[in-house]
């Protein structure tokens, strides 16, 4: 699914840093392919997600907005840049969607405990003065800093999330 992600990260983002993690070459050459860059840390992932996390973040300078995704993920097609950017100006330093986790094909979605869908945030403001630095978790730290999640509002849109769609 990660060619699909980045097609998303082209079409939504002005830069991007993709953080790989025992990366093959074809994944390398992938990213390179969309002129974006590339940020390596081969540290066990599910040891030091939170590290790898705030690392990454660090290497962020300037920005206005985040916009994290998993490799694994697609916006809903009516999330667009102008949607984003309107978004931007609703006074919210962040914005949760709904994940639905795919679930047999691309036209079901799971009810099961624990892979349900649920509010995520996914778009939040780069602010440093709040802190960058991640949930200390070794799993499922999120996708932003804490200030990203506390003050998170829900916007009205979904995120189709592929990993769990087949039993593969």
Request: glycine share 6%; hydrophobic share 35%.
């Amino acid at each position: 699914y990660m060619e699909k992600t980045m097609k998303e990260f082209n079409r939504l983002c002005d830069k991007v840093i993709i953080a790989t993690n025992n990366a093959t070459q074809k994944e390398k050459d992938l990213i390179s392919s969309y002129g974006f860059e590339q940020y390596e840390d081969n540290r066990e992932w599910g040891m030091h997600q939170d590290k790898i996390k705030t690392d990454l973040l660090a290497k962020v300078k300037e920005a206005d907005w985040i916009l994290p995704l998993d490799m694994d993920e697609q916006f809903c097609k009516e999330v667009t840049r102008e949607v984003l950017e309107d978004l931007t100006n609703k006074g919210e330093i962040a914005w949760q969607f709904t994940i639905v986790n795919l679930y047999g094909d691309k036209n079901h979605f799971t009810h099961h405990t624990g892979i349900k869908r649920f509010w995520n945030t996914r778009f939040y403001k780069y602010m440093p003065e709040l802190g960058l630095k991640f949930q200390e978790k070794r799993l499922h730290c999120g996708l932003g800093p804490p200030y990203a999640y506390k003050f998170a509002w829900y916007a009205p849109y979904y995120i189709n999330h592929y990993g769990l769609m087949t039993e593969e």
